[in-house]
Every structure is written in structure tokens, then in C-alpha cells.
């Protein structure tokens, strides 16, 4: 927690990193553009605020979910030290590898272990890209890669990877309170399923887009090598792409970001017709493996034989529901290029880490450290 004293350090510390920096070099009055550089891509600079690879998601940052299903699923969800323990979370050549239980033969109804984890950080928008070795599938199983705000449906929901049972595609979905629409005739690769994004106990259908490549979820994006899936949260919307693993842009692979370079999104879904910075808000991210549940369950027959229940009850339809990710990464558009040196450092790692340390709810002090760059900027410019 910052206080007054500490606060008050730090201020002084920008304001005198600001004196010396400008003292640097006189300013060039022939050089004061406002408008972000592009990187080498032609695209604006996103700068890395997260990146969670291998231990970094046991190390607290991320928090394991012990409590009943919300979902109504057969799972027992294990705290920390449990999934650890009995082998559900575990990391294995820099990779975190998140199972459920293939071990434990349950009567018919039974409850089997499974992992949920979310970022206690919550994020307001920004440029997401998750890159998975691979995913869970199979009978039963109802996998997702997502996001959540407060007071669901109120503070938005969206779901980046989700399926069900032996599914062959993705489906992108958002779930909101009332008054959120999606609009169909927007450009995008996957197919609309709905356009009524407002949610409830009682109707959780959402508005969603079908993605139509094979290598999007299941088996065939496993078969593919998995890939990364990446979405955009701004004041334009939300867009979601999907690239399997021989389609990674270079700019994802470089860790230099660019969506405006990139093709078509698989799910755009715009602010036109649906008001984004009101219904999503204050988002944790998430990933989880239920089994059978609201959607799983009642979807079983379609691509699966006997009972879901029968399903869960044998430990060897498990052997392929198992995440294993590789990073997961967030970035940012600052104010203005964080590509300026401080003390022969680059700026845009100094304001990352800064970013990381501080968090999501040091609010003024990100504002100060973003005041601190404009100053330098236009000094150095």
C-alpha cells in the first residue's frame, strides 16, 4: 500500500529524473510530434506491461478458484497446494501444464479434480496474447480460456477459447448485462450465433462468432502444434484472432505486437453496438477445465455416446485435458513512444516493469510515470 510519505518520494524522484534527463540535451523545436512512433511493422508500439511463462503463474500472481462450479459442473476445483501436490498444476520445460485428474476411477455422478486459476490483477482493456502447446477435449469436457468482471453479468464476460466435448471450432462469446448487442454484419472470418450479448442464470447464451478452422480447438489445434489466440480490447471494440501454430505474425513471435497488420479477426465485436467500456470492466484473467455442466452436459449427445455422468466416471477419457501453456502476455499503448533512453536504459522496459510492480490500481502514480515520459519526449524530440 503506498503512502503519503512514499508518494511524495516518488514524485519528487520523477521530477528530478525529469530535470536530469531533460538536461540531457536541449530540445529541438523542429522535432515535437505528439502522435506515437511506429514500430518496425508500421503499427503503434504496444509495450509489455505482463508476461506469465512457466513458474510465474504459481508464484501468486495467479490464484487457484477451491470453490463449487458455478457452472454446475462434475469438478472438484483444487486449491494451490492440492493441484500441486496430486500433479493438476505443474510446470515441465518452461511450459505450465494444467490437468484433470486421469487417475481415479469415480462412481457415475462423482466429482473429479480439476484446476481453475485467475489473475488476481484485473485489467481494463488492452492487447492480450495467449500462446497454448495445447488443450483439453474430450467427452465431457468443457475447457475455456477467458476473462471476468465483477457482479456477473454486470461487469462482462469474454471467452477467447471455449468448446465442448469432441467439438471441432472455437467459439468467441461475450456475456454482458442488458443493453449490449453484436452487430453481424461486421467483417469478420467466424460465423455469428447470436447477436443478444445480455446474460443471465437463466439464459447464458451470449453473443458469440464460430470459428471455421479446424486447427481452433480440440484435436485439430493440438494436432496443429496449438497456437495463440489474441484479442484487442479498446475503444473500438473487442477482436479476437486465432493463429495456429505455423500462422504466428512475426511481430507475436519478436514480442512487438501489431493487430493493425494482421488479417481479419476471427469475432469483432463492436462498440457501435454495444456500449464496451460499460459493460466490461475490472476483468481477471482465466483459465479452467470443467466437466459436463450447463453447457457440456446438456451438448453431450451431439458428438458423444452414453452419459456425460458415465463420462466423468472414467479416468481414461482424460488423457488429453490437459493445458499446456506457454506464456500469456499483455500489453499496452502508452501516452506517447516509451522509446526514449534513461541512463543509457530503454525506456520501454523501464516502463514496463514499472507498469508490472505497480499494478492495476496505483492509478496516479501510472499517470505520473506517463507525465514523466511526455516531459522527457519533448524535451529530447
Known sequence: MLTFPSLFLTVISIASLTRQVAAAGAPNPTRRSRVPRKDKYGGKIWAQVDKFQGDDFLD?????????????????????QNAKSKGLAVVQDGKLILSVDDKT?????????SVRINTKKTYNGGLFIADFEAMPYGCSVWPAWWSVGPNWPEGGEIDILEGVNLGDTNQYTLHTGAGCSADSSVKATGKSLGTTCASSGTDNSGCAFKDSDPRSYGEGFNSAGGGVFAHLWDSDGIKIWHFARADIPHDITDG????????????????????????????????????CG?????????????????????PTNFANAK????????????????????????????LANTLTILGSSSWFLKNLIYLFEYSVINRRE
Open 294 to 314: 450447463d453447457w457440456a452436459g446438456a451438448a453431450f449427445g451431439a458428438t458423444c455416446s452414453g452419459s456425460c455422468q458415465e463420462a466423468v466416471a472414467d
Open 105 to 113: 476411477q469415480l462412481r457415475p455422478g462423482g466429482r473429479r479434480d
Open 60 to 80: 501468486g500472481s495467479w490464484e487457484f478458484f477451491d470453490q463449487g462450479d458455478p457452472t454446475h459442473g462434475l469438478v472438484n476445483y483444487q486449491n494451490a
Open 256 to 291: 512487438k505486437p501489431d493487430p493493425s497488420s494482421w488479417t481479419t479477426p476471427a469475432a469483432y465485436f463492436p462498440t457501435s453496438s454495444c456500449d464496451i467500456s460499460h459493460h466490461f470492466h475490472d476483468h481477471s484473467l482465466t483459465i479452467d477445465t470443467t466437466l
Open 323 to 350: 493445458w499446456k501453456i506457454n506464456y500469456i502476455a499483455t500489453y499496452h499503448v502508452p501516452l506517447l513512444s516509451p522509446r526514449f533512453q534513461l541512463c543509457g536504459i530503454d525506456g520501454q522496459m523501464v
